[in-house]
């Protein structure tokens, strides 16, 4: 039970990204205005609220491997953090940038800038703990199903 830093700020960023990207897969992101999407190649809110969700599940097992299986959770982490990322350019080809849609002053234009921020901080964190862990998956591997160690 060794990286505490890199766990702890992945365990409070998967937690955050867990919850968000969940709840708006299923109160958000299925609410907002059709006319919205319309140019782009959705027709409907039913795939991106999916792409959400996946994100959100990803965060959620990235959480669970925190505790269960650290030297797992580096590797989940990034594809978390990359996840989130796809997601919000995605949605900024299909949408617009926020930023230049409602202006800098707006507080809620800055959500595309925040979770890309998220998700790329996810995906360093969740690199530096893979790294940090590969000494453990290393002992692991050496090690057979009954706990001992294999001799070479």
């Known amino acids: ?28 992101v299925p609410t907002l205005p059709p006319d919205w999407i319309e140019g782009s190649v959705f027709i409907d809110y039913s795939i991106p609220a999916l792409a ?17 299986r650290p030297e797992l959770a580096g590797v989940f982490a990034i594809a978390t953090g990359l996840a989130m990322i796809v997601f919000e350019l995605v949605e900024i080809g299909a949408v617009g940038f926020s930023i230049v ?37 290393e002992r692991i591997a050496r090690t057979d199903p009954s706990g001992s160690a294999i001799r070479h």
Not at 52 to 68: A, D, I, Q
């Open 52 to 68: 959400l969700g996946l994100v959100g599940v990803l965060s959620v097992v990235t959480f669970v491997l925190l505790v269960l």
């Open 101 to 137: 849609e409602y202006g800098m002053d707006e507080p809620v234009a800055w959500l595309q800038v925040v979770y890309l921020g998220i998700g790329a901080l996810t995906a360093g964190a969740g690199s530096a703990l893979w790294q940090a862990t590969a000494a453990d998956r």
């Open 1 to 28: 039970m060794r990286h505490y830093a890199s766990r702890g700020l992945l365990a409070v960023l998967s937690a955050f990204i867990a919850l968000t990207t969940i709840a708006g897969a299923l109160f958000v």
